[in-house]
């Protein structure tokens, strides 16, 4: 399958701090885009990063890319209540016609 | 449209009857996918449409999966005999470069 790898699976911290999530992949990839998804509904797209691209930011995101390791994080930074969601990579493979999502992070935050 | 429309939100159907969901997405965007979600679980590929081209439908479950769209915009994912292993929220996604823009989906449910 080429579907992405996540982790942890879920994620609880306090409002605040930081939240670091990982993502893994197995194929060749033209970028890599992280998603957010409230109440299991629809995915609002965050952030994409290219595969010649190390690290991106974005607000209180900050995305990194290590091709060699087929590997992503996604930080979110000082989180808050409302960041409370699931979190989801997605990669755009070369020669694919769509994004294969992982299996994604649910991640809570404290008030 | 501003967004991804679909329709309905949510569908209770008793098992073997047909379904059709609907997905309008944004208008200019030739892409338009579907995907299937599972409780709890990431997003599986079925069927994409881009432009006048074939669909890449390597993504249907069964032959009971069929779509398709209507002068470019509009799409229907028809499902015919539905299982109660069909429950999902059904999700569409269209876009235009990079980065998709989803639907909030249907939520299917066979009982």
């Known amino acids: 399958s080429q579907q992405g790898e996540e982790d942890p699976q879920a994620l609880s911290i306090q409002e605040g701090e930081n939240a670091t999530m990982n993502c893994s992949y197995k194929?060749?990839?033209?970028?890599l885009q992280w998603y957010r998804q409230n109440s299991g509904r629809g995915l609002v797209h965050l952030i994409l990063i290219r595969s010649n691209e190390r690290e991106k930011h974005s607000g209180r995101l900050r995305v990194t890319l290590d091709t060699s390791k087929k590997s992503s994080s996604l930080l979110i930074t000082a989180s808050r209540a409302a960041d409370t969601a699931s979190y989801f990579c997605a990669t755009d493979g070369t020669g694919a016609n769509n994004l294969f999502f992982g299996t994604g992070t649910r991640l809570t935050v404290i008030p | 449209g501003a967004g991804v429309s679909q329709s309905p939100s949510n569908k209770v159907t008793e098992k073997g009857k047909d379904v059709e969901l609907r997905c309008d997405p944004i208008?200019?965007?030739?892409?338009l996918y579907w995907y299937r979600q599972s409780l709890g679980q990431g997003l599986e590929f079925l069927i994409y449409?881009?432009?006048?081209?074939?669909?890449?439908k390597s993504g249907l479950p069964s032959d009971r999966f069929s779509a398709e769209r209507t002068g470019g915009s509009v799409s229907t994912l028809t499902i015919q005999r539905t299982q109660q292993e069909d429950s999902a929220v059904y999700l569409c996604a269209s876009r235009a470069a990079v980065g998709y823009t989803f639907g909030s989906g249907t939520r299917l449910t066979v009982v």
């Open positions: 449409f881009q432009g006048n081209s074939a669909p890449d």
């Open positions: 208008s200019g965007h030739t892409a």
């Open positions: 194929t060749s990839i033209n970028n």
